[in-house]
């Protein structure tokens, strides 16, 4: 496993935007084509309003789903711990279809958004709640992991490209005190990175890592037009999430001001929960591998281009599970994979066994 270079974290990019969604009237599976937007150069997909949709898990619609329990009296840590270069895992899960849908911004809403990639849970649409999504099919490793993870479509042309095989998403520590990182709460749910963002923003954004890769060009804010027409070169895209939470809400009318990025202690170069989100949680990080290369000139993302990159998660991991991986390689400063055995440590053994389950 190659490590991931940790960027300065600050507070989290903003506020609700408007704009006006692309609507596709139907949905493909993995490995379909589909047509793509016809421009592709400008921003399409997402209107994420002050309010959503009425769903299961928020029947009012007002786009606040409150966390039961909420967690309360937490204090961001200011430790310091033995220092350990890692404190991961893998979930890695692989492509389960494509769909004009988004449960997180268009909940109950078929059809409403750009096209999306879906990985892990397989039954993620536009109706998912957390009840509908627990306990389901996955192609994840790990078959506790049935959340729905999902980014937007890439392609070629008209041609949709997708991922072959398990997709690294990282679960790290986002904070210094990688031993104050607790597992996500049941049903939280955000949207990382925006459509709309600028170029500019996405460059700057605090979960920027590499931007575009492709052979040996790097820090790429937008999809390059040619890249090495090898065997070995796929176009990559390295992404990380906020991994600060409020405590109260599993969701937020803008689907982002519930979470917020680490930022710096002053006086030092440790990096904590800002007060107003205290409560540290896994840092996930998305490292996407798309098998094109050679011409790229026509390659574009559905929601535009390559710097609207953005992705959503919806947690729906078996508790228990969950909690032995975030504990064991997280909390205790391993550099696990999806079963949670860090091969340069192998003393330290496996949260799950050789089926990816609790023992």
Known sequence: MRPSPQRLPALLLGTALLATALGVGSLAS??????APAAAVTHTGHAMAVSAQGSGDDPDGDGYIPAVPQVTGVTPSTNTPPPRYFH???????VTHTAADDPIVYPGQPGKSHDHTFMGNTSTDAGSTTASLYGGTT????????SGYWMPSLYQGDRKILPVGP???????????????????????FVVGDPMQSADQFRHHRGFVEGWECGDSYFNTDIPTSCPDRADVQLNIRFQAPSCWDGTYLDTPDHKSHMAYPVVKPGTNDNVCPADH????PMIEFKMAFPVNGDMSQVHLASG????????????WEERTLKAMVDHCIVGGLQCDARGYDQTH????????????LP
């Open 346 to 357: 192998p003393e330290a053994g496996a949260a799950l066994d050789t089926d990816y389950r």
């Open 88 to 94: 991961e895992f893998q979930a890695n899960c692989s």
């Open 30 to 35: 993995a490995g379909a084509g589909a047509e």
């Open 167 to 189: 997709q690294t998403i990282y679960y790290k520590a986002g904070v210094t005190d990688y031993t104050s990182v607790r597992p996500f709460p049941k049903g939280l749910r």
């Open 139 to 146: 192609t994840c490793k790990a078959p506790a992991d049935a």
């Open 305 to 316: 281009r390559g710097y609207s990159f953005h992705y959503d998660f919806f947690n729906a």
């Open 278 to 281: 205290p409560v540290a949680l």
